[in-house]
C-alpha cells in the first residue's frame, strides 16, 4: 500500500522546531507581517466553528 502524504499547516516556536528538527520535509519561516493576525483570528474563527459543529453531531453508540 503507498505512503500517503501528509500536508499540515502549524505554528510553532523556535524551541518546538529545534525538537521536531529533522522530521519535517520542509518548513518556511514567517516573521510578524501586517496580515499574520487576519491570518490567527481566520484559525480561531474556524477552530470555534468546528468544535461548535462537532458538539450538535449525535453520539455514535
Same mark, same amino acid.
Given at each position: 500500500?503507498?505512503?500517503?502524504?501528509? !500536508?499540515?499547516? %502549524?505554528?510553532?516556536?523556535?524551541?518546538?522546531? @529545534?525538537? #521536531?528538527? &529533522?522530521?519535517? $520535509?520542509? !518548513?518556511?519561516? %514567517?516573521?510578524?507581517?501586517?496580515?499574520?493576525? @487576519?491570518? #490567527?483570528? &481566520?484559525?480561531? $474563527?474556524?477552530?470555534?466553528?468546528?468544535?461548535?459543529?462537532?458538539?450538535?453531531?449525535?453520539?455514535?453508540?
Amino acid at each position: 500500500m503507498g505512503r500517503g502524504r501528509i !500536508v499540515a499547516v %502549524v505554528l510553532v516556536t523556535q524551541q518546538e522546531l @529545534d525538537a #521536531l528538527g &529533522a522530521s519535517l $520535509d520542509r !518548513v518556511f519561516r %514567517v516573521d510578524e507581517v501586517p496580515c499574520m493576525n @487576519d491570518l #490567527l483570528v &481566520a484559525i480561531d $474563527d474556524a477552530d470555534r466553528e468546528y468544535r461548535r459543529t462537532v458538539q450538535q453531531m449525535p453520539r455514535q453508540r
